[in-house]
C-alpha cells in the first residue's frame, strides 16, 4: 500500500499569504496524485489532479507540481473561504488518502 | 448537470447490515467507474471500494475485504454498497463519487455526493 503523508498538519495563515501545502508519497506515484478540498459538512471537492492540472471551474491561485513521491499544492494569495482541510490522494496503485492539512485563519 | 444522490445510512447494531444506495444523473453513467469513500467523525478520507464502468471488476480496501459488496445497475444509474458484520470502525459518513476518467477504474474523483451517515451502536 502506498501511504501519502502530507504536512504541515495545520497552517495558520492570514488571508492574502501564499499557503505550500506539502504530500510525500511511501513510493513513486509518478504524477499520479490529486488535491481535494474539504469545508465543514460538505463533500470534498477535486481542485488539481495529475498533479498539475486544474479541475473545471478551479481559481488559478491554486497550483500543483511535482512527480515521483514528492508534491506541492500552493495557493498563491488565500482567499477566505480558501481556509479548509487538503487532502492528497493517489491513484497510482490502488487509492489511498493523505491525512489532510488544515488551513486556518491566523 | 452531474449529481450524485446517497441514502439508506441510518442506526444500525454491531454485527447488522446496511445496504447504500447512490442515484446518479447527469452523466453516461456505464462509462465511469465509481467508488465509495467513508470519513469517520473528526477524522480524514478513506476509499472503501470501487466498482469499473461495466461492473465486471470490483476492488476493496483490506477493511472491508469480505464483508462489503459494491455493486452497481446502469439500467438503474445507480451505486450499490451491501455492508454485512458492521463494526464500530465502520461508523462514518460514506460518500459516493464518480471517476474523473471514462474506463479507468482507479482514478480521481471529480464528483462526489452529499454522504450518508452510518451509525454502528448498540
Known amino acids: 500500500e502506498i501511504v501519502l503523508t502530507q504536512s504541515p498538519a495545520t497552517l495558520s495563515l492570514s488571508p492574502g499569504e501564499r499557503a505550500t501545502l506539502s504530500c510525500r508519497a511511501s513510493q513513486s506515484v509518478s504524477s499520479s496524485l490529486a488535491w481535494y478540498q474539504q469545508k465543514p459538512g460538505q463533500a470534498p471537492r477535486l481542485l488539481i489532479y495529475?498533479?498539475?492540472n486544474r479541475a473545471t471551474g478551479i481559481p488559478a491561485r491554486f497550483s500543483g507540481s511535482g512527480s515521483g513521491t514528492d508534491f506541492t499544492l500552493t495557493i498563491s494569495s488565500l482567499e477566505p473561504e480558501d481556509f479548509a482541510v487538503y487532502y492528497c490522494q493517489q491513484r497510482s496503485n490502488w487509492l489511498t488518502f493523505g491525512p489532510g492539512t488544515k488551513v486556518d485563519i491566523k | 448537470e452531474v449529481q450524485l444522490l446517497e441514502s439508506g445510512g441510518g442506526l444500525v447494531q454491531p454485527g447488522g447490515s446496511l445496504r447504500l444506495s447512490c442515484a446518479a444523473s447527469g452523466f453516461t453513467f456505464s462509462s465511469y467507474a465509481m467508488s465509495w469513500v467513508r470519513q469517520a467523525p473528526g477524522k480524514g478520507l478513506e476509499w472503501v471500494a470501487a466498482?469499473?464502468?461495466?461492473?465486471?471488476?470490483?476492488y476493496y480496501a483490506d477493511s472491508v475485504k469480505g464483508r462489503f459488496t459494491i455493486s452497481r445497475d446502469n439500467s438503474k444509474n445507480t451505486l450499490y454498497l451491501q455492508m454485512n458484520s458492521l463494526r464500530a470502525e465502520d461508523a462514518a459518513v460514506y460518500y459516493c463519487a464518480k471517476g474523473g476518467e471514462v474506463v479507468v477504474t482507479f482514478s480521481y474523483f471529480d464528483y462526489w455526493g452529499q454522504g450518508t451517515l452510518v451509525t454502528v451502536s448498540s
Open positions: 466498482i469499473s464502468g461495466s461492473g465486471g471488476g470490483t
Open positions: 495529475d498533479a498539475s
